[in-house]
């Protein structure tokens, strides 16, 4: 186009721009985003008094801000970080500080906070407050009261349970089973079987477990039983006298003795679900029998697969041993008749 044309062109452009000013009024005209970039594009290297000998729709202060306002988003949109917010946390902080409230549950969060730092793990409060909320802990707690199994875990080292349980002979006998198990090394004591649990052989019972204990040099302060009516009241009489403290479970509620309730779970099916009992001599012999294996040799879960009186040998490391390993399986007795699927297994 001719400099003429080109002429003629802003003039009609600059007539129907004011047309549109004279129809709109005090009516505001809307920009979009493009529209703005556009114009911005195009008039902010001119001059600010040439800006304003230009007819526009918006003035030129107007178009200059928007300007600023371009280039303010661009450069925050770069400085943004890739993640916002405060840098997450380490997770083994994080199990550190849940794993303190739990195992501690009158600490609160300024408590757990100093020992971190004690442990050398500098954290702030406020971190450490924000991660027990997160998880649902309460950060400034009120947990004087535990619950039944912390009570059983803090108190497994002095800590006593005890159970009757039910067996038939074959003649059609019903004998009563009297065991005691030590929760922390898992240690059963067989104390007796009888057809008829009368008060004075429950009684000799428990003396003889005192006995036992002491003899053995371990220390209880805690019995859990049941409230069975074979228990005299002289039973707990006999373990107070002892420095025991008797821990009565509740109605119906057989997991709050759960760790005896086990053991005779698993004595029926090692044993009792194995073996014929002709009577009450032979079911205290293989009972005796398999006390003696179930406190040397079977390994148990809840101990890290150890022994109650025998820690675990030394794991084989030599080529040559694991190579020629020869089984010895003795018997438990002539006369117990526990069959070969309880015999022990020993490495030559």
């Known amino acids: 186009m001719s400099d003429w044309d080109k002429d003629i062109e802003i003039l009609a452009l600059r007539h129907q721009i004011a047309v549109l000013q004279r129809q709109l009024g005090d009516t505001r005209m809307r920009f979009n985003p493009a529209d703005r970039a556009l114009l911005t594009a195009l008039l902010h290297p001119l001059p600010r008094q040439i800006l304003h000998r230009l007819r526009l729709l918006a003035r030129p202060d107007t178009i200059l801000r928007w300007h600023r306002d371009l280039i303010r988003r661009r450069h925050a949109r770069m400085s943004r970080p890739k993640r916002p917010g405060r840098p997450r946390t380490i997770r083994s902080v994080r199990v550190l500080v849940l794993r303190l409230a739990k195992e501690n549950p009158s600490w609160g969060y300024r408590r757990i906070h100093g020992e971190l730092l004690v442990l050398g793990v500098k954290v702030a409060a406020s971190t450490v407050w924000q991660i027990l909320t997160d998880a649902g802990t309460d950060p400034a707690p009120q947990r004087a009261s535990s619950t039944w199994a912390q009570f059983l875990r803090s108190q497994a080292d002095v800590l006593l349970a005890c159970d009757f ?120 012999h293989a009972l005796h029998e398999y006390e003696q294996f179930y406190n040397n040799h079977r390994p148990h879960q809840g101990i890290a697969n150890a022994r109650p009186l025998q820690p675990l040998p030394q794991p084989i490391t030599e080529p040559a041993q694991i190579g020629q390993l020869a089984m010895n399986r003795p018997g438990f007795g002539r006369d117990s008749l526990l069959g070969s699927g309880n015999q022990t297994g020993q490495v030559a």
């Open 165 to 284: 349980f039910e067996t038939v002979t074959l003649t059609g006998t019903r004998m009563y089973v009297l065991v005691a198990i030590e929760h922390a090394q898992r240690r059963i004591h067989i104390l007796g079987a009888t057809p008829h649990p009368t008060a004075a052989w429950v009684t000799q019972a428990v003396r003889n477990l005192v006995m036992d204990l002491q003899d053995a040099g371990r220390r209880a302060r805690f019995l859990i039983r049941d409230r069975d009516g074979k228990f005299p009241q002289l039973f707990d009489v006999i373990l107070a006298d002892a420095g025991i403290e008797i821990v009565l479970s509740g109605v119906q509620m057989p997991r709050m003795n759960s760790i005896v309730e086990r053991w005779v779970q698993t004595c029926r099916h090692e044993l009792l679900d194995r073996v014929l009992i002709w009577n009450q001599r032979h079911l205290l």
